[in-house]
């Protein structure tokens, strides 16, 4: 999957300097959680078998069933997360395991 100019262009289309990208609101942080809560989604979706709200008969008695916080300590500062939960709590995310509460992010500011 590429990532279309027209994206970057929406992403950065209030950018004035580095603490708008790197800030402790910047697009860096916003984007991983951003990230990181769809790929938990997509997780999740994958693991019972249709999308949440999805009408028709489902293949299994699980289902989604609410989200809780989790704050992620990172190189970006502390990070509060939505994890999606399940109703058999069978769930366990990938991209952040359970009981995990230290993330490195792939960008670092400059110095």
């Known amino acids: 999957m590429a990532i279309t100019k027209e994206i970057i262009d ?4 209030d950018y004035k300097g580095p603490d708008d990208f ?6 860096v942080k916003q984007l991983s959680k951003a990230l990181i809560e769809r790929a938990m ?3 999740l979706t994958e ?10 008969e489902k293949t299994t008695d699980n289902r989604h069933n609410g989200k809780s916080m989790k704050t992620l ?3 970006q500062g502390t990070m509060e997360i939505e994890v999606l ?6 769930f366990e995310p990938q991209i ?3 009981h ?8 670092f500011p400059q110095n």
Do not use: F
């Open 10 to 13: 929406e992403l950065l289309k």
């Open 22 to 27: 790197y800030g402790p609101e910047g697009l």
């Open 41 to 43: 989604q997509s997780e």
């Open 47 to 56: 693991q019972i078998g249709y999308e949440k709200n999805e009408l028709g």
């Open 73 to 75: 300590r990172t190189d």
């Open 85 to 90: 939960r399940d109703r058999n709590g069978d």
């Open 96 to 98: 952040i395991p359970k």
């Open 100 to 107: 995990k509460k230290k993330y490195i992010m792939l960008i």
